[in-house]
């Protein structure tokens, strides 16, 4: 469970009220992880919405010609995983612990869009970035249900497989 203090200064939750933020708050859950832990991997569904309270985490993201490049550091306090707690968009990048120890506060999106189908009135008054909303607003396929993905898996065009 995150504060309901530390929970409204997150700003994707700072336009709800008291009520609703008491409502929110009890579905985080501490996890613990140690050095090398990979919290998520570059393609994989989004899930969670995450609050980095202790260590450091190393941002990489592999490019489409199979390059590595790292990103960033989180540093406490950060927050990261809108996009996939609305949306559930895939990774774009892969996560893991470069301290000792790292603490995170997670929030899984099935137990979020339970409460958001539950209290819709709670979903209204998100803050909701610009770009997020965007996401969420175009559907790349008619027949793509809200909520559903596309995993795309490109195959080598290496001489070996095209014979």
Known sequence: MIPVEHLAQIPLFSLLDAEALARIAPLFHRVSYRLGDVIFVQGDPGNKFYVLTAGI???RHVDAR???RML???QPPRFFGETSLLAGIQHDTTLDVFSEAAELLTLPKNEFDVLMSEHPEIKAHLNIRPDIQ????SRSFKWLSEGEIIIVKV???SPERMS
Do not use: I
Request: net charge positive; aromatic share 12%.
């Open 57 to 59: 985490l190393r941002v």
């Open 66 to 68: 199979g390059r590595e």
């Open 72 to 74: 960033d550091y989180f």
């Open 134 to 137: 965007q996401k969420l607003a």
């Open 155 to 157: 195959l080598s065009s």
